[in-house]
């Protein structure tokens, strides 16, 4: 369970939300786990098998308060709301500011900020732990290349500009992977360059994998406090694409997908035989393949860190959910700027 920005996130498996008095407890097999005063919240983000009392449902209904059901792998189920709600307003705030070219270049400018401070500083970390001189230069050197396609970031004129500086930098980040990889395993993940569709070399499977898992959390993020996953500002908006789930998962693509993506390869948890490859050069997880790597990515959801805006620890798992708050506040005007998660 996680206080975050007024929102009560509940993730623990059958917990039971009662009211008592002006208070919210949460009972865990009977036993009072947490007390918290109803007017410090805002909405109850609920996890998987999660029970409300009518009592408090009806509570939170009358005074205003979402309460948000996703599962336990963090796909969106449903929201609950009474008849008095701000969600329209904050829905009328996000097509106010995509209509705003300036407003739109200035948000799609934060998501790309995050992801290519967040991508050079997986370069720097990664040159740090190598054994190799000439490989950790490299990777020094690309970090050093990817900080300048930052640093133009502010001079980009439009949305065409930033998406040139993306590409330019994902293309060095891409080809620095290589030196990620332990030398011992680089046979069987031979790696430069993304390709997507379809992904042909097991890191490339793994990445596609893990950046759509990573999509739907990042969607069902959005959706729980209120925001169109459809309309983005980075990403062009087209019908069935959720372009502002794909702008807030740029910055985590890096720091959560990648890392997690190496970090299986390099302690030999992810394995050759774990891909199955298929006619027209396809490589794609299988079974037994995909189960590793769900487990691997739930385990990595509940580790924490200090989230550098709130400075206090927040699961990783609920980043998203973070940042998604974070964009509502800055669309609604309750805070001057978005800012992007940058990973330390």
Same mark, same amino acid.
């Given at each position: 369970?996680?206080?975050?920005?007024?929102?009560?996130?509940?993730?623990?498996?059958?917990?039971?939300?009662?009211?008592?008095?002006?208070?919210?407890?949460?009972?865990?097999?009977?036993?009072?786990?947490?007390?918290?005063?109803?007017?410090?919240?805002?909405?109850?983000?609920?996890?998987?098998?999660?029970?409300?009392?009518?009592?408090?449902?009806?509570?939170?209904?009358?005074?205003?308060?979402?309460?948000?059901?996703?599962?336990?792998?963090?796909?969106?189920?449903?929201?609950?709301?009474?008849?008095?709600?701000?969600?329209?307003?904050?829905?009328?705030?996000?097509?106010?500011?995509?209509?705003?070219?300036?407003?739109?270049?200035?948000?799609?400018?934060?998501?790309?900020? $995050?992801?290519?401070?967040?991508?050079?500083?997986?370069?720097?970390?990664?040159?740090?732990?190598?054994?190799?001189?000439?490989?950790?230069?490299?990777?020094?050197?690309?970090?050093?290349?990817?900080?300048?396609?930052?640093?133009?970031?502010?001079?980009?004129?439009?949305?065409?500009?930033?998406?040139?500086?993306?590409?330019?930098?994902?293309?060095?980040?891409?080809?620095?992977?290589?030196?990620?990889?332990?030398?011992?395993?680089?046979?069987?993940?031979?790696?430069?360059?993304?390709?997507?569709?379809?992904?042909?070399?097991?890191?490339?499977?793994?990445?596609?994998?893990?950046?759509?898992?990573?999509?739907?959390?990042?969607?069902?993020?959005?959706?729980?406090?209120?925001?169109?996953?459809?309309?983005?500002?980075?990403?062009?908006?087209?019908?069935?694409?959720?372009?502002?789930?794909?702008?807030?998962?740029?910055?985590?693509?890096?720091?959560?997908?990648?890392?997690?993506?190496?970090?299986?390869?390099?302690?030999?948890?992810?394995?050759?035989?774990?891909?199955?490859?298929?006619?027209?050069?396809?490589?794609?997880?299988?079974?037994?393949?995909?189960?590793?790597?769900?487990?691997?990515?739930?385990?990595?959801?509940?580790?924490?860190?200090?989230?550098?805006?709130?400075?206090?620890?927040?699961?990783?798992?609920?980043?998203?959910?973070?940042?998604?708050?974070?964009?509502?506040?800055?669309?609604? $005007?309750?805070?001057?700027?978005?800012?992007?998660?940058?990973?330390?």
């Amino acid at each position: 369970m996680a206080l975050l920005l007024n929102t009560l996130y509940v993730t623990t498996p059958e917990a039971y939300l009662r009211l008592e008095g002006e208070t919210l407890c949460v009972m865990i097999e009977k036993v009072k786990r947490l007390q918290i005063p109803m007017h410090h919240l805002a909405s109850i983000v609920c996890f998987g098998d999660v029970m409300l009392s009518p009592a408090l449902l009806g509570r939170c209904m009358e005074e205003g308060r979402s309460v948000v059901w996703l599962e336990r792998g963090g796909r969106f189920q449903a929201r609950v709301e009474g008849p008095v709600n701000g969600n329209i307003l904050l829905r009328q705030a996000q097509f106010r500011a995509a209509d705003h070219p300036g407003k739109t270049i200035e948000l799609a400018r934060a998501f790309l900020a $995050g992801k290519l401070r967040n991508s050079r500083n997986v370069l720097l970390r990664g040159a740090r732990d190598g054994q190799n001189d000439a490989e950790r230069a490299v990777l020094v050197q690309n970090a050093r290349l990817v900080a300048g396609h930052l640093r133009k970031l502010p001079q980009a004129p439009d949305l065409d500009g930033l998406r040139g500086e993306e590409g330019n930098a994902a293309r060095i980040y891409f080809q620095s992977m290589q030196f990620l990889i332990r030398q011992a395993v680089r046979s069987d993940f031979a790696f430069d360059a993304r390709s997507r569709r379809p992904p042909t070399d097991p890191m490339n499977a793994m990445l596609s994998f893990l950046y759509a898992i990573l999509l739907h959390d990042c969607r069902s993020a959005l959706e729980a406090v209120g925001l169109d996953p459809q309309l983005g500002f980075l990403h062009t908006v087209r019908p069935g694409r959720a372009a502002l789930a794909l702008d807030l998962l740029e910055e985590f693509r890096s720091v959560i997908a990648d890392r997690l993506a190496l970090t299986l390869i390099n302690r030999g948890q992810i394995q050759a035989s774990h891909f199955d490859r298929r006619e027209g050069g396809a490589v794609l997880l299988n079974d037994e393949g995909r189960k590793v790597v769900i487990t691997a990515y739930q385990e990595r959801k509940q580790e924490t860190l200090t989230h550098p805006v709130l400075e206090q620890e927040v699961p990783i798992g609920l980043l998203p959910h973070v940042q998604a708050r974070l964009l509502a506040r800055h669309l609604r $005007g309750d805070a001057p700027a978005y800012v992007p998660y940058l990973h330390k």
